[in-house]
């Protein structure tokens, strides 16, 4: 504004405040001071935010400049923490989830009768014990069962070797020999079932060479369970097997040689094999050996 007063100034002091007339020299010199006027007044308010964009960025002393990383490189360490964090982290997750899984539940304690002892298979009070094995020095484990062919034994069993009883029905019901319980049962331990658990084989062959010398229908109601009477020749052991009497099976055993009376009356029949029969009430016991 005062640059503009003074070029009012002088423009009035040269034309001694005579009226300009358009298109004279005063009126020609006034536009000019007037046009010079205005653009030195643009130039001068222009100029500061030019020469200030111009002028390059302050520098940053490097005490700045340091501490200025240093804040970023911390930022950057608490973000993403190192390898041996992050696996000592992960290592403490794992350790805690494993001891959380090891935690037993919490339940409240069962309550019930506890279970009772371990039932064992061992022998009635009556009958001494046995040696298991067999006389030419072979164990009397039971042999495994199989597929036995109508009419035929398998071969290579010692006659001492004890059987257990799947093996003894189906060689029995291969050579045509049937078994009934009066309990309709096998359970060695139970009096009123037909058990050939752990019969001698001898037994079972002596079985088949009756049936197929006599040719009746035999049926057996009597096996290894308990009881019998004990006795190293038992039903127990083994040794004995009872069968059903019938008019063909009485003819067949009578036949054999008469060896005299048993101690409780019983009439006693002793085969060319060795087989000894002993007519009881209401069944043959025999025994084999």
């Not at 002028?55 to 940053?60: A, W």
């Not at 060689?171 to 050939?196: E, K, P």
Request: net charge positive; glycine share 10%.
């Amino acid at each position: 504004m005062k640059h503009l007063q003074r070029v009012h100034g002088l423009v009035r002091h040269a034309v001694g405040r005579r009226k300009p007339v358009p298109h004279g020299p005063a009126f020609r010199l006034t536009a000019l001071v007037t046009g010079l006027a205005v653009a030195t007044t643009t130039l001068a308010v222009t100029a500061p935010p030019a020469t200030a964009a111009g002028k390059p960025p302050p520098r940053r002393p490097a005490s700045a400049a340091k501490t200025t990383l240093g804040r970023a490189a911390a930022l950057m360490t608490f973000r993403r923490p190192t390898s041996s964090a992050r696996v000592s982290d992960q290592a403490f997750r794992t350790s805690g989830r494993q001891r959380t899984r090891a935690r037993p539940p919490l339940m409240p304690p069962l309550t019930g009768p506890s279970p009772g002892p371990r039932v064992t298979t061992t022998a009635p009070p009556d009958v001494p014990p046995q040696n298991d094995t067999s006389q030419d020095g072979t164990s009397a484990e039971a042999t495994t069962s199989g597929t036995v062919e109508p009419g035929t034994l398998p071969e290579g069993i010692p006659e001492s070797r004890r059987v257990d009883h799947q093996l003894a029905e189906v060689v029995l019901r291969a050579n045509g020999i049937r078994w009934r319980s009066t309990g309709g049962c096998s359970d060695r331990m139970i009096r009123t079932c037909t058990s050939f658990e752990r019969i001698r084989w001898g037994t079972i062959k002596g079985l088949v060479r009756f049936a197929r010398s006599s040719g009746c229908d035999i049926v057996v109601t009597g096996g290894t369970e308990r009881g019998h009477a004990g006795g190293p020749h038992s039903h127990w052991n083994g040794y004995k097997a009872d069968i059903s009497p019938s008019r063909c099976v009485d003819d067949a055993v009578e036949r054999h040689p008469f060896a005299g009376v048993r101690g409780d009356g019983a009439r006693l029949y002793r085969s060319p094999d060795g087989a000894l029969f002993a007519r009881e009430r209401d069944h043959w016991d025999i025994t084999f050996r």
